[in-house]
C-alpha cells in the first residue's frame, strides 16, 4: 500500500525538481543573453534533464495508485553576477535538493516503504553525480579566473558530454 506520508513527500519533491528545471532554463538564458553560448548550452540541457526527473517522479506516484499534484512554483531569478556565482548557485541548489532526496529516504524508512527506498535509491546515485559535475566546472573557473572564460564556455560541454560517457 501506498503511504500518505511518501505520496505527499513525493509530490514536495516534483516541486522542487520542476523548480530546478526552471531555475537553470533561466540561468541558461541569461548565459544566452550575455554571450556564453557553451555554458548556455550545459544549462539548456540540465533544465531538460530536471524535468525527465519530474516526469519520473510524477509517474512513480501514479503507477503507485498515488495522486501526482502539478504545481505553480516560484519564479526564479533572472539576473545573476558572473558564471562562477551562478554555478556556486547551482552547487548551493543540488545540495539542498540532495537533502531534499534524503529525506525522502527517511519517510520511506518511517513508513517501511521498501519499494519506494529502493526506487528512489536512483535519485540518491544521481545526486551525487550531479553535485560531482557542478564541483568540477567551480573548480576550472577557480583556476581560470575571470580573463579565460571565452575558452572555459568553448570547452563546457565537452565536460557534460564526458561524465555521460562515464556513466553510461
Ligand atoms: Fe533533479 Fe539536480 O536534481
Known amino acids: 500500500m501506498f503511504q500518505k506520508n511518501v505520496e ?20 541558461a538564458s541569461w548565459s544566452e543573453q ?44 533572472v539576473e545573476f553576477e558572473n558564471p562562477k556565482m ?10 539542498f535538493i540532495s537533502n531534499s532526496i534524503n529525506e525522502i529516504v527517511a519517510v520511506c524508512f518511517v513508513e517501511k516503504d521498501f519499494t519506494t527506498y529502493q526506487w528512489i535509491q536512483w535519485f540518491v546515485s544521481e545526486q551525487i553525480q550531479e553535485e560531482k559535475s557542478v564541483r568540477t566546472i567551480l573548480d576550472k573557473l577557480n583556476l581560470i579566473g575571470e ?15 564526458a561524465a555521460e560517457t562515464a556513466t553510461a
Open 8 to 27: 505527499t513527500i513525493l509530490n514536495r519533491q516534483v516541486e522542487r525538481e520542476m523548480f530546478s528545471s526552471n531555475l537553470y532554463l533561466s540561468m
Open 34 to 77: 550575455n554571450g556564453f553560448d557553451g555554458i548556455s548550452k550545459w544549462l539548456y540541457a540540465q533544465a531538460d534533464e530536471e524535468r525527465l526527473h519530474l516526469l519520473k517522479i510524477v509517474g512513480y506516484i501514479n503507477e503507485r495508485g498515488g495522486k501526482a499534484i502539478i504545481p505553480a512554483v516560484e519564479a526564479p531569478a
Open 86 to 95: 551562478m554555478f556556486a548557485k547551482v552547487l548551493t541548489h543540488e545540495e
Open 147 to 161: 580573463n579565460n572564460l571565452y575558452v572555459f564556455d568553448r570547452d563546457i560541454f565537452a565536460l557534460r558530454t
